[in-house]
């Protein structure tokens, strides 16, 4: 079961179109059996019903509006839902961000998680403060010497392809054996253009060893778009960690929906505790061996097949070793006229089979075999029978054996 955090940019918790999104039932359907939910944009000042659903709890940041802008609505506001269930506190709260910390009993971190979701206005806005990343990256810096860091939210900063990661390979500046930095899955992204606010995101996580979960994980390994409009397409909503990603278990980018031009992004990690909504099976299967193709497989394949004492499964039983004591007890079924194979230990006798009314006779190496026609029983399907009558040294009286034809 994971534990799983969302953000969306929800352009308004009202609209003229759908009323109070929050009480909209797709709306609940989309935020169903999230720990955390976190909306931003709400353009919420406060003093009006939100649709908190029952059993979470609620933290607000009203939306602001500059004195010197008499035009145009507000800017920002959050709405963050978390269960009240779960170790979630919160530890700082600004006008464009909140921390969070969600304690290691309840996510498999080695340290507590220190969660900032944040919007920040794009370039040409007026909200728009340029110490942003510089006051974020010394926040980033406090909370990583206590634990690990989580940064989420709606951006504005588009980062295309570009390398948010330190390589070292082929880099002759840094020399020395005991340099070690982590190594990520290669990011893949949708959009390719890397804005301004894009440049100092990057900057940011190469400063700071972060890296960006869009287009890495299971779920959106392709780095879908998260913002949808007339004006175009783009990425812009993230989630970026220092998290190394075996805790990580998937993130996922939802198709667009009617209440905002954002998609909801949602980050899903391992849970350390809750019994799990399936029931799981206490039957063990047996799994069968598996192999795998590696260089030198063909060389030891061709070996163990010109291997002399290798040879094919057989469909017949074993036939018994041959003695004067021994009767062939396994005898082909055939159809007449053709020849029959009586299986002598590690010998092959042959014998001409007839249907006609006389008896025909041959005579091996090693016994006397002789065959005459028999008539059915009446149990059995009409088809003609062969008696085999074979006499050996210790038994001169014979036996008999019958093999049918058709």
Not at 50 to 77: A, F, H, M, W
Not at 195 to 204: D, M, S, Y
Request: aromatic content about 8%; charged content about 20%.
């Amino acid at each position: 079961m994971s534990f799983r955090i969302c953000t969306w940019n929800i352009q308004g918790l009202n609209s003229a179109l759908f009323g109070l999104k929050s009480q909209n039932p797709e709306f609940i359907k989309a935020i169903k059996d999230i720990d955390i939910i976190i909306l931003q944009e709400t353009w919420y000042r406060g003093g009006e019903i939100t649709g908190c659903p029952p059993g979470y709890r609620e933290i607000i940041v009203p939306s602001i509006k500059l004195k010197s802008t008499k035009q145009g609505r507000d800017s920002g506001g959050l709405l963050i839902w978390s269960r009240a269930d779960i170790n979630c506190e919160l530890i700082r709260k600004g006008n464009y961000n909140v921390w969070l910390k969600i304690g290691k009993n309840i996510i498999a971190t080695p340290k507590d998680l220190f969660l900032c979701t944040i919007y920040i206005p794009p370039s040409e806005s007026p909200y728009y403060d340029e110490n942003t990343y510089i006051e974020l990256g010394n926040e980033i810096s406090y909370y990583q010497s206590i634990g690990h860091v989580m940064i989420c939210g709606d951006l504005n900063a588009r980062t295309g392809e570009g390398l948010d990661t330190v390589n070292t390979l082929g880099d002759k500046f840094i020399i020395g054996q005991n340099i070690h930095f982590p190594t990520h899955l290669t990011r893949n992204n949708y959009d390719k253009i890397i804005n301004t606010h894009g440049r100092a995101l990057l900057e940011l996580c190469q400063c700071q060893g972060l890296y960006i979960v869009n287009g890495r994980l299971r779920g959106d390994s392709l780095g879908q778009y998260t913002y949808s409009s007339v004006l175009g397409c783009s990425t812009v909503d993230y989630f970026i960690t220092d998290l190394h990603e075996n805790h990580l278990r998937a993130f996922t980018v939802n198709p667009l929906a009617p209440f905002s031009d954002h998609s909801q992004i949602t980050f899903y990690l391992n849970r350390t505790n809750g019994k799990p909504k399936f029931s799981q099976s206490s039957i063990m299967h047996r799994m069968s061996n598996t192999y795998r193709w590696r260089e030198n497989s063909k060389d030891q394949y061709v070996k163990t097949i010109r291997q002399d004492d290798t040879k094919a499964p057989s469909r017949r039983p074993a036939a018994p070793a041959w003695n004067s004591n021994t009767i062939v007890s396994y005898m082909d079924i055939v159809d007449s006229p053709q020849r029959l194979n009586v299986l002598v230990g590690s010998h092959s006798q042959q014998a001409a089979v007839g249907t006609g009314s006389g008896q025909q006779t041959a005579v091996s190496r090693q016994q006397d075999i002789a065959f005459s026609p028999t008539p059915p029983p009446q149990s059995r399907r009409s088809l003609p029978l062969i008696r085999a009558t074979i006499t050996t040294p210790a038994n001169q009286h014979g036996s008999q054996m019958i093999a049918h034809q058709g």
